[in-house]
T-cell receptor, first 117, second 114 residues
Framework: GAGVSQSPRYKVTKRGQDVALRCDPI?????LYWYRQALGQGPEFLTY????????KSGLPNDRFSAERPEGSISTLTIQRTEQRDSAMYRC???????????????FGPGTRLTVT | AQSVTQLGSHVSVSEGALVLLRCNYS??????LFWYVQYPNQGLQLLLK??????LVKGINGFEAEFKKSETSFHLTKPSAHMSDAAEYFC????????????FGTGTKLQVIP
């Protein structure tokens, strides 16, 4: 079946503009995660949804960043008033939720490369 | 809280040689441990994971890793490197018990020399 898809794959925007990054998870996956990956670094957790509920947003760097998943499927990560330091690869992942005590594999999308000029 | 340290941002091995990628973790409770691989222009793919039970975990593409609690390590090995193994490898940790966010290491780029 289809994997996690993200769009756009590349986004160049000017400082101060808002951007919206889209993630389409694997069908049937109830958990969805957003990560940011700077060059030479591992993915850094931003936020997590179970169905449409945002369970953890502790990784969002500031209030310019927000995410939603209104129908429990597609998710959008929005960055308002972009700054150059926001330039990074933004990755989305989804997983089947398992009962407590299990560890679940996250399936990653190809990412959106954001460049703020 | 948890953290991961990957020793060596770049590792080079000859084709056919042993691959050893090092990962040490810090965790306040029993951890879940993962290795992911990232090929150029692709998303991360799970190689293997340790949750409970057998400490030697076998994954895809001939890779395996051993959980050593006494050494807080989860090193990734493969007996014989193949050219197709050239990629970036990430070790990751989460705390056990329900949802816990995953913390990734900084990655190790593996180069395989023909």
């Amino acid at each position: 079946g289809a994997g996690v898809s993200q769009s756009p794959r590349y986004k160049v925007t000017k400082r101060g503009q808002d951007v919206a990054l889209r993630c389409d998870p694997i069908s049937g996956h109830v958990s969805l995660y957003w990560y940011r990956q700077a060059l030479g670094q591992g993915p850094e957790f931003l936020t997590y949804f179970n169905y449409e509920a945002q369970q953890d947003k502790s990784g969002l760097p500031n209030d310019r960043f927000s995410a939603e998943r209104p129908e429990g499927s597609i998710s959008t990560l929005t960055i308002q008033r972009t700054e150059q330091r926001d330039s990074a690869m933004y990755r989305c992942a989804s997983s089947l939720e398992e009962p407590s005590g299990g560890a679940y594999e996250q399936y990653f999308g190809p990412g959106t490369r954001l460049t703020v000029t | 809280a948890q953290s991961v340290t990957q020793l060596g941002s770049h590792v080079s091995v000859s084709e056919g040689a042993l691959v050893l990628l090092r990962c040490n973790y810090s965790s306040s409770v029993p951890p879940y441990l993962f290795w992911y691989v990232q090929y150029p222009n692709q998303g991360l793919q799970l190689l293997l994971k340790y949750t409970t039970g057998a400490t030697l975990v076998k994954g895809i593409n001939g890779f395996e890793a051993e959980f050593k609690k006494s050494e807080t390590s989860f090193h990734l090995t493969k007996p014989s490197a193949h050219m197709s193994d050239a990629a970036e490898y990430f070790c990751a940790v989460s705390l056990s018990g329900g949802y816990q966010k995953v913390t990734f290491g900084t990655g190790t780029k593996l180069q395989v020399i023909p």
